[in-house]
């Protein structure tokens, strides 16, 4: 897929030449096990229904990681753009590979952590990640730093994104550089039951479609 993913001159060739040289989601992977500090657990309760409730982990890295992760063709939002489906079987992978870290820190560090439902959560269908968007923090440690551009510089050019009319597609071919990931949990009540909010039952297509949900 290398060779249909490439940057505009806003992004530096040393950057641009690190981003193309990962070789696969599961070294991403490695990389944000191994750089990863985590900042803080918290249950969320569900805006549409509050009976619904989930895990959200916030963890700190290294902006080249953090960029790898979110920018890489190799990366999350590339395995999207190989397909919806690919996508979500690389979501899984990140959350299998962390949830081990992720709870054991929060068994010591949350009191109250329900491992069962947070782990549950962490691999139902709809568990995501995703950088860390302003107006959404849950606590000061998760502040959030993405807020939308007023200008939308292209960055990743892919044959796709930067020119699709979908309602996301001005952030798709952006590449942002931060240093925090998110983790969000599937919706879940005291049943188990999973709950995905319309606005996101299609977040694969629209992924791959726009680079953005």
Known sequence: MADLWRYSSAVSETRQERLLSVHSFSS??????????????????????????RPVFSVCVSKNTFDNF????????????????????????????LLPALSSWAIKN?????????????????????LAECSMELCHACYGEWSCP?????????????VSA?????????????????FFGAFLNARGDEFIPVRKRQR????????WS
């Open 150 to 162: 007023k200008n939308c510089q292209e960055e990743i050019i892919n044959g796709r994104w930067e």
């Open 110 to 130: 949350a009191p109250g952590y329900k491992t069962e439902f947070a782990q549950e959560a962490l691999l139902a269908v709809s568990a995501k990640a995703w």
């Open 28 to 53: 991403v992977i490695e990389q944000i096990h191994q750089d990863m500090s985590i900042l803080c657990y918290h249950i969320q309760q569900c805006d549409d229904d509050s009976t619904y409730a």
């Open 70 to 97: 979110f920018n890489s063709p190799a990366g999350y939002r590339g395995s999207y753009f190989v397909s919806p489906f690919y996508g979500l079987q690389c979501n899984r992978q990140l959350f299998e590979e």
């Open 166 to 182: 979908g309602p996301n597609s001005r952030f798709g071919s952006i590449a942002p550089r931060h240093s925090k990931i998110r």
């Open 204 to 211: 694969a297509q629209q992924l791959h479609d726009d680079g």
